[in-house]
């Protein structure tokens, strides 16, 4: 045997090569294991890049046509003009039994100012023939069913219109009324006066109500 060198270290003869790490040759990676690593700016299927979906292929959810609803006014509003209509209602009741009725006497100061009973017995009580009690009842029979709060949720245009023309009717025939009053007859009759009043409410009120568009439907998608 060939003596060894003094500062040199022996070496394997043979296998050397499989000492070195597995996949590599001289140290270096295999191209095949570098090829099916990871990609720089790829993440892997499970990972959280991908659990999301990118905002640009995000369809905008498509929201149903909105249906047509009632604009009904606020509960104040329905309460009041039915509450209203019940009153005229009760004493166009009160004032049709007195007509008809000569024992009733209606519960009213004469004076030479208020004088309920001349007023109620004077030619001007009658309108087209019919007693003005009467029309009075039936214009508040029809009031206290339009106005009430079932039918302000009905979106009927003749209903609504109906309403308003039944009003404008009406304040025109309360101004006829208390000009007869005050000029043909001399004298005023405290019941017909309180029918007055609420007719002129609900004049307002139904006014109102049909500008601000209560009883008529909303257009799709409108608040």
Not at 126 to 151: D, H, M, R
Not at 161 to 166: C, F, L, M, P, T
Request: glycine share 10%; charged share 10%; net charge positive.
């Amino acid at each position: 045997m060939a003596a060894r060198k003094p500062g040199t270290t022996a070496r394997p003869a043979s296998g050397g090569t499989k000492s070195r790490d597995k996949g590599t040759r001289g140290g270096r990676p295999e191209a095949s294991a570098t090829a099916t690593g990871p990609r720089p700016g790829n993440r892997p299927s499970g990972g959280r890049g991908n659990s999301r979906p990118s905002p640009a292929r995000v369809a905008a959810p498509v929201k149903p046509a909105a249906a047509e609803e009632p604009a009904a006014p606020p509960l104040w509003f329905q309460l009041t003009t039915w509450i209203l209509s019940l009153g005229g209602l009760a004493v166009s009741i009160y004032l049709t039994i007195a007509h008809f009725n000569t024992s009733v006497t209606l519960a009213c100061p004469a004076t030479s100012t208020v004088n309920c009973e001349k007023v109620t017995t004077s030619p001007q009580s009658y309108a087209f023939g019919i007693p003005v009690a009467v029309l009075g009842l039936a214009f508040y029979v029809f009031l206290a069913v339009v106005n009430s709060p079932w039918a302000w949720r009905i979106t009927w245009p003749p209903l609504r219109w109906a309403r308003v023309g039944s009003m404008l009717v009406g304040i025109l025939f309360v101004l006829y009324l208390i000009y007869a009053e005050l000029f043909s007859i001399g004298a005023i009759c405290l019941w017909c006066t309180s029918v007055h009043v609420i007719t002129f409410a609900l004049f307002v009120l139904i006014v109102f109500g049909a500008a601000a568009g209560y009883g008529a439907a909303k257009p799709p998608g409108r608040a």
